[in-house]
């Protein structure tokens, strides 16, 4: 069985978040959905269509993250970048548990999703809110050829 064409996956994937079809919305998400890293809103900006208006561009991206689609990855630079959620995250249940790692190098933030963010046991009177793990080192496109 043929996997389906990347148009109709931007679709089901709006559809299935309730999300209208918009060309902002489908631009937005094959850019994202083709990155191998996590992109700021200026990376999205010089890969979208020149008319795409930077406000609709950030609403969309808000729109997305209310449902699941996308998460924020934050670094020490506090530049918000944005990336990909897995299948299983919606509105209802967003799983952002894995790690992230920044490469020092080309400086890009990858999601580990096969590495998830160990359990931590806080002191008592302690409750934690979110949940963040960003590991720094060189990425595999980086590493000096062995």
């Known amino acids: 069985m043929c996997a389906a064409p ?3 996956r ?4 709006l559809s299935r978040h309730g999300l209208r079809q918009t060309p902002v919305r489908r631009a937005v998400l094959q850019v994202l959905s ?11 900006e010089q890969q979208l269509p020149a008319d795409t208006d930077r406000i609709t561009l950030y609403r969309t991206l808000k729109s997305f ?4 689609l996308i998460h924020r990855v934050i ?7 944005y990336a990909s959620c897995s299948v299983e995250c919606s509105v209802e249940a967003h799983f952002d548990n894995h790690v992230h ?3 020092t190098a080309c400086e890009h933030i990858y999601c580990l999703n096969q590495v998830a963010i160990p359990a ?4 008592a009177r302690f409750e934690a809110v979110s949940r963040d793990y960003l590991l720094a080192g060189v990425c595999r496109e980086c590493q000096p050829a062995s």
């Open 6 to 8: 990347a148009s109709d």
């Open 10 to 13: 931007l679709a089901q994937t």
């Open 34 to 44: 083709d990155s191998a890293y996590a992109l700021s809103g200026s990376e999205m």
């Open 65 to 68: 993250e209310e449902k699941g």
């Open 75 to 81: 670094d020490s630079t506090d530049i918000i970048r």
């Open 101 to 103: 790692f920044k490469c």
């Open 120 to 123: 931590v046991t806080l002191p």
